[in-house]
């Protein structure tokens, strides 16, 4: 989250350049030659940008596009800033962006450091990047353990692929769990899904624990 944060950047000026209308004389040195093409590749590139931001151009010189695409992208960044503050439980009231960004750095950087320690990862004089990388080589060692335990193989499978493998594993336990419940009840599984037998086990057993209740 940090790292996109901090790689946010609002947009930098943009030189643009003035056709000139060039003329040349032929032989005789009378005639001119036919004017240069109008078309400004720049310019159609501020019009892209500004219609991607949902700024309008009609009527506007490129100062002003320029201008409203640097407002937009600061009032972007700034929602984005205020967002991540807000999951950090961090409050924004009276602050600058520059102040946002320093303390999201700093409550992220804690989170990092806290979540290494759980790993059983040492910090001490390791970047953020480090870290990163021994936490998730640290994760992958423990998920490989977890699926080990499961009877799930690992060999050549990567993170996403274990989880995958693990949480099938999961669903397939629940599934035969609640499968076994509902031929106790009597309910019937065929072409029916884990959920929709779960909600007929649970009507079921609401239905018994209640006639029980009355009697």
Do not use: Y
């Given at each position: 989250m940090l790292k996109k944060l901090t790689g946010l950047a609002l947009l930098g000026a943009?030189?643009?350049?003035?056709?000139?209308?060039?003329?040349?004389?032929?032989?005789?040195?009378?005639?001119?030659?036919?004017?240069a093409s109008t078309f400004h590749p720049l310019k159609q590139l501020l019009q892209d940008k500004a219609q991607a931001l949902g700024i309008s151009t009609t009527g506007k010189t490129n100062a002003q596009i320029k201008a409203e695409i640097k407002a937009a992208l600061s009032a972007k960044h700034t929602e984005q800033l205020n967002k991540a503050a807000a999951k950090l439980g961090i409050s924004t009231d009276g602050k600058t962006a520059e102040q946002l960004k320093a303390e999201i750095k700093a409550a992220v950087q804690v989170k990092l450091q806290a979540k290494a320690a759980k790993l059983g990862v040492s910090t001490d004089g390791k970047t953020n990047k480090e870290l990163r990388t021994e936490m998730q080589a640290a994760a992958l060692t423990k998920l490989k353990e977890k699926a080990t335990k499961a009877g799930i193989a690992t060999d050549g499978k990567t993170a996403k692929?274990?989880?995958?493998?693990?949480?099938?594993?999961?669903?397939?336990?629940?599934?035969?769990?609640?499968?076994?419940?509902?031929?106790?009840?009597?309910?019937?599984?065929?072409?029916?899904?884990t959920e929709q037998v779960f909600a007929e086990v649970e009507s079921a057993l609401k239905a018994k624990w209640e006639k029980k209740a009355a009697k």
């Open positions: 943009i030189a643009l350049s003035v056709p000139v209308a060039a003329f040349a004389e032929n032989a005789q040195g009378n005639t001119p030659a036919p004017a692929e274990i989880r995958t493998a693990l949480k099938a594993g999961k669903d397939a336990k629940r599934t035969a769990a609640v499968n076994k419940r509902a031929a106790k009840l009597g309910i019937s599984t065929k072409g029916k899904t």
